[in-house]
């Protein structure tokens, strides 16, 4: 099986910064994408942001557009999540995402991590 361990979550002021992290583990897996959606109480989940790592190639949220940055440890098949500039609007629960083929056969599959809390307040 594939796990995703994620760390780095906590509790901020607006304007502070958290960095997350996403480490996958486990069987022999080509990543495609990682990186995390998030979940807002009352809302639903959503894209925080991914990446490609073969292609590095980024996608994020127009909300955190400019203050998060996505970036990858292929070798450790590790992302991690700048968020700089928090706002109280990205309080949510965070969770790790990945897909992929598996090496040995093709099949594509995909996982997800447990969530990390995230809470931007006074």
């Known amino acids: 099986q594939v796990q995703l361990v994620a760390s780095g979550g906590g509790s901020v002021h607006p304007g502070g910064s958290l960095r997350l992290s996403c480490t996958a583990s486990g069987r022999i897996f080509s990543i495609s994408t990682m990186g995390w959606y998030r979940q807002a109480p009352g809302k639903q989940r959503g894209l925080a942001a991914t990446?490609?790592?073969?292609?590095?190639?980024?996608t994020y949220a127009e909300s955190v557009e400019g203050r998060f940055t996505i970036s990858a440890d292929s070798a450790k098949k590790t992302v991690y999540l700048q968020m700089n500039r928090l706002q109280p609007e990205d309080t949510a629960v965070y969770y790790c995402?990945?897909?992929?083929?598996?090496?040995?056969?093709?099949?594509?599959?995909?996982?997800w991590g447990t969530g990390s809390l995230v809470t931007v307040s006074t």
């Open positions: 990446i490609m790592p073969a292609e590095n190639a980024t």
């Open positions: 995402y990945a897909d992929g083929r598996r090496e040995d056969s093709g099949v594509y599959e995909a996982y």
